[in-house]
């Protein structure tokens, strides 16, 4: 017999349906109906009870979620059943419901009580202290039981909610409109659709609570088991199902990665990136040094592999020891070249997904929306271009969980515990930034402050309850990155071969019209067009074209009431601007004007930025926005108006598909090298002098000596140090007469005539340089060389193999 579900008017004897008071929503987790139904009995005596004594009367509804649905029930079907096993068909406030969602969205009661078997076993006997927490906060959203532990969801990598220890739902009460609110918008299932549905109502400032219950005498701890615990095979079949999204997206990032790549995987042994100019022998050159040192219990930080005798500061380079170091096993089996493409393909990737996370998880619900975003952030037009040789401009991955990380601090205004653990993770993830690439997070950093303050004039009031929390947490972030990188970063502005300030030239800077242009490896770019508006063909850093520029001014005026767009905007043309930089060229005039990069540069680190790379921001600003617009566009109520709005997003970025990058045949390794003859030239403590020396222009001999095993230190080099007096940094070694002599014959210089100076300044170079010998390859103008060496060591060379060697050390 059911309790009465209606109120009689005494007056009229007229009778109406009481306002249900409470909605207990009950997982059974696969439970059999014949712990089901005693269960469900339990449950209504203790409801009744508690009716009873409500002030102002009200009903109670119980909603069984569990597998007893109808295998053909839709998913999200939210029609309730009344003929489930356990649950009695006379009573109307009893039903099945298929899912946790559907429950949620089929209750009507004020407030919902989420909990499961294992917890009702017992009774509702933590309801009242819940119930305290709603009552005495009325702008609490939910209250959660602080007494159990879930360990699926982590097991499966599924991130538990901010700011909790617990990590499921299994006893929690709600108030009923914003948990309906909250589980309408869930797209996750199972255990992960908790984690989602608190982190959503976090997100949108309401507030949530996690207080301990009290237990009845003898009562153990609950430990809620999911089904997915029992067999391994269920929990990865659970955590693909419950991903398989973005999982789709990963490996749509991973294929888009290895399509720019797949020339390079293809021939490994014999291709070069055709545009990498040297940098891909540098890079390299990186993976093999570090993997040399730390297999050598050597220092890291530094070397004189090359650039004898001072060496180099590899802090002070781009050696990316977060990624070389992890990577050694790789490198010691594979090669170094297999590393650089594998950093090259994984990390972009890895960058695209990361960005599609940040997107989707603040900004959008539609999933192909947000991917579309991120691969636009990841694979950008200067994102290709720095993908022939520059890993630390495109793997990226760590900036956006970076930026996640200071949004939640923003969002962490009443909760002390949140800023201290959210403090505490950006500090390891900017520390772990250094190790990747110092200059992308100078640059994010840059850029997040020209958004802040963007934020600052449109939204004051989020500006003012946001910075609190977050100056704590960038503090605390402080706290714990600086004892991790204080000595890297002493050792790379103090220590050995360090250096001040970098030399780039006075065309750093953008041309305006590098904005609007296509890039070289762009679908409708012109190779020729963009090399006479960047430094190189590594530089191109903008070149996003006039239709994606257009149209995001487009989205920003469609969109101009969000205080989001209107923050972008500012960013993103701010960013633009400064990428200009002190000296902006008016285009097809001969006039120039002050750029606001004359300010930034003055300021400390700044000084050795490439002022065209601050236009990168602009990836990450259109790939935002292009997400906000496919968004918008999915939820209009025409066909014909998605239609149109997806074809329109297609033209735009059509022009700027990245086209796999070329390559050229790799330039041989001379059987000098290979065969190990340098071995009897070549002794402890001496270097090895290739001709031309290694230097920006030609690098071929640090691929030699990473062949080689370093077994051999180089003179001159390809690397950032030191030069002057002032240590100003340049690219290379600092150049001396005979280095400059050779190179010079190399290029087509006739040389000159060679008299008692010259060859007493080449004895004191090769001195200089501890030179053990002197190699000349097979190469164009090998005979200039080889006659103008004769002549100034005084002895003709020995024909070893394909190179001709002068023995000038010790050995």
Avoid at 247 to 275: E, K, P, S
Wanted: net charge positive; charged share 20%; proline share 8%.
């Amino acid at each position: 017999m059911s309790a009465p579900s209606e109120r009689l008017d005494g007056r009229t004897g007229a009778t109406w349906p009481q306002p249900v008071r409470l909605s207990v929503i009950l997982r059974t987790h696969g439970a059999p109906a014949t712990r089901t139904a005693p269960l469900l009995a339990r449950l209504r005596a203790d409801l009744d009870e508690r009716a009873a004594s409500w002030p102002g009367g009200g009903a109670w509804e119980l909603l069984v979620v569990g597998p007893d649905a109808p295998a053909d029930t839709p998913t999200d079907a939210t029609t309730p059943r009344s003929d489930a096993p356990g649950i009695q068909p006379d009573d109307s406030r009893v039903r099945a419901v298929p899912t946790l969602r559907a429950a949620v969205q089929a209750s009507t009661g004020r407030r919902i009580l989420l909990t499961d078997a294992a917890h009702a076993a017992t009774g509702l006997h933590g309801l009242d202290d819940l119930q305290s927490g709603l009552d005495l906060a009325p702008d609490t959203t939910a209250v959660i039981s602080g007494r159990h532990r879930a360990p699926l969801p982590r097991a499966l990598g599924i991130p538990g909610p901010p700011g909790f220890r617990a990590d499921t739902l299994a006893f929690a009460l709600f108030d009923g409109a914003r948990a309906r609110a909250a589980f309408a918008a869930s797209t996750l299932h199972g255990p992960a659709i908790d984690a989602e549905v608190l982190r959503w109502c976090r997100a949108r400032g309401w507030r949530t609570e996690e207080r301990p219950v009290r237990r009845p005498a003898g009562e153990r701890p609950v430990r809620e088991r999911h089904p997915g615990e029992r067999h391994l095979g269920l929990r990865f079949r659970e955590f693909f199902r419950l991903n398989a999204g973005g999982l789709a997206v990963a490996a749509f990032f991973v294929a888009l990665a290895f399509l720019l790549f797949h020339r390079l995987w293809l021939d490994l042994d014999g291709a070069y990136l055709r545009d990498a100019l040297q940098d891909q022998n540098q890079w390299e050159w990186f993976v093999g040094v570090t993997t040399d040192n730390i297999t050598h219990l050597r220092n890291p930080l530094f070397t004189t592999a090359q650039g004898m005798p001072d060496g180099v500061n590899l802090m002070a380079n781009a050696t990316m020891l977060g990624l070389t170091v992890p990577l050694i096993p790789v490198t010691l089996v594979f090669g170094a070249t297999v590393t650089f493409v594998l950093v090259l393909t994984l990390g972009m990737a890895a960058s695209g997904w990361t960005w599609y996370w940040l997107i989707r998880r603040r900004l959008v619900r539609t999933r192909w929306a947000a991917a579309a975003g991120g691969a636009l952030a990841a694979f950008a037009p200067p994102m290709i271009s720095h993908a022939n040789g520059h890993p630390n401009f495109v793997v990226l991955f760590m900036i956006p969980l970076i930026i996640d990380r200071a949004l939640r601090l923003c969002d962490a205004a009443h909760d002390g515990r949140a800023v201290v653990r959210d403090g505490v993770l950006l500090g390891l993830f900017a520390a772990y930034q250094i190790f990747i690439g110092e200059e992308p997070l100078l640059i994010t950093a840059l850029g997040l402050v020209v958004f802040a303050l963007a934020y600052l004039v449109v939204d004051r009031e989020r500006v003012r309850t946001a910075w609190r929390p977050l100056g704590r947490g960038v503090l605390i972030a402080l706290a714990v990155c600086l004892p991790l990188v204080i000595f890297p970063l002493y050792w790379q502005f103090s220590g050995p071969q360090s250096y001040h300030s970098v030399l780039h030239g006075d065309n750093a800077g953008n041309s305006p019209r590098a904005l609007i242009e296509y890039a070289g490896r762009s679908l409708f770019g012109d190779p020729q067009t963009a090399g006479k508006l960047s430094l190189n063909t590594t530089e191109q850093n903008a070149f996003y074209g006039w239709p994606l520029l257009a149209f995001g001014a487009l989205v920003c005026v469609w969109m101009w009431r969000s205080k989001l767009v209107r923050a972008l905007a500012i960013t993103g043309v701010v960013a633009a601007v400064l990428s200009l930089g002190p000296i902006v060229p008016v285009p097809h005039t001969d006039l120039t004007l002050p750029g606001p990069w004359r300010w930034v540069t003055k300021l400390p680190l700044f000084e050795s930025v490439i002022e065209g790379r601050v236009a990168m921001v602009c990836a990450p600003v259109l790939g935002i926005l292009v997400a906000l617009a496919l968004d918008r566009i999915a939820t209009a109520p025409a066909r014909e108006h998605r239609t149109l709005g997806v074809l329109a997003v297609a033209a735009v970025l059509l022009p700027v598909l990245p086209l796999p990058l070329a390559v050229r045949e790799r330039a041989p390794v001379p059987a000098f090298i290979t065969s190990g003859a340098w071995k009897d030239y070549v002794g402890d403590g001496e270097s090895l002098v290739a001709v031309p020396l290694p230097d920006p222009g030609m690098a071929d001999a640090l691929h030699w000596q990473v062949e080689a095993d370093f077994g051999f230190k180089l003179a001159g080099g390809y690397y950032n140090g030191p030069w002057g007096p002032e240590r100003t940094g340049i690219y290379g070694a600092p150049p001396r007469h005979l280095s400059n002599l050779l190179r010079d014959v190399r290029y087509g210089a006739e040389p000159p005539t060679i008299g008692p100076e010259w060859r007493a300044q080449a004895r004191r170079d090769l001195s200089y340089w501890k030179a053990g010998a002197v190699v000349v390859p097979e190469q164009d103008r090998s005979a200039e060389l080889v006659r103008t060496l004769t002549e100034l060591l005084g002895a003709p060379p020995a024909k070893v193999r394909d190179a001709w060697v002068w023995r000038v050390g010790r050995s």
